[in-house]
């Protein structure tokens, strides 16, 4: 019930392509859906975040897309550049408390 | 500003020994959070702080590992009888209550390698 579902672990793209990583979960409590992007040798940084009542959410080239009947969430890259070759956690929450974290998709863009 | 410092950056340690690992949180943030990133592996939740309230320690592996946090602020995560399994990046994390706790803002960890 505490576990989020993260795929594909590894996805290669072209420049310009679009990238699409895929979440699901189990516990109906979580209340907020965070993805985080991490650089080698680096922490993981918020890239965007929506929360169960909104189906969607757009940041720049960066959407989420949620669907909570069938408790699952991506994330869409568009025109992906090799900027974006990074790892990229999914990520669920309940409350204010801890994240409960995927196991991570390492993108690689190539140019 | 300052973001979440870790120290060390690195830490080498032979198997049985006890380490301590350090996190600054940013300044003002309630809210502090150590997770554990094995090789090929998602972020595992350790521990959680949050103001004066007890700490969430429900995803501590073992009782051999123990974290503090002292006024408030700087936090240490003690690994005692280190084992090889032990072996992995350290990530702290901190937030605060003007933005829901939503953000949590990492360090950049500490990588232990246990001999």
């Known amino acids: 019930q505490q576990q989020v579902k993260q795929s594909p672990q590894s996805l290669i793209v072209q420049k310009g392509g679009i990238s699409i990583i895929n979440c699901a979960y189990e516990?109906?409590?979580?209340?907020?859906f965070p993805w985080y992007q991490q650089f080698p040798g680096k922490g993981p940084a918020l890239l965007i975040a929506?929360?169960?009542?909104?189906s969607e959410k757009k940041e720049g080239r960066f959407t989420i897309s949620f669907n909570k009947s069938a408790k699952q969430f991506s994330l869409h890259i568009m025109d992906s550049q090799p900027g974006d070759s990074a790892t990229y956690f999914c990520a669920a929450r309940r409350d204010t408390g801890k994240l409960i974290f995927g196991q991570g998709t390492t993108l690689q863009v190539k140019p | 500003g300052a973001g979440v410092s870790q120290s060390p950056s690195n830490k080498v340690t032979e198997k049985g020994k006890d380490v301590e690992l350090r996190c600054d949180p940013i300044s003002g943030h309630t809210a502090l959070y150590w997770y554990r990133q094995s090789l090929g592996q998602g972020l595992e939740f350790l521990i959680y702080f949050q103001g004066n309230s007890a700490p969430d320690k429900s995803g501590l592996p073992s009782d051999r590992f123990s974290a503090e946090r002292t006024g408030g602020s700087v936090s240490t995560l003690t690994i005692q009888r280190t084992q090889q399994e032990d072996s992995a990046v350290y990530l702290c994390?901190?937030?605060?209550?003007?933005?829901?706790?939503?953000?949590?803002?990492f360090g950049p960890g500490t990588r232990l390698t246990v001999l």
């Open positions: 929506i929360r169960p009542d909104v």
């Open positions: 994390a901190s937030s605060t209550r003007l933005a829901g706790y939503n953000e949590q803002f």
């Open positions: 516990n109906t409590a979580f209340d907020y």
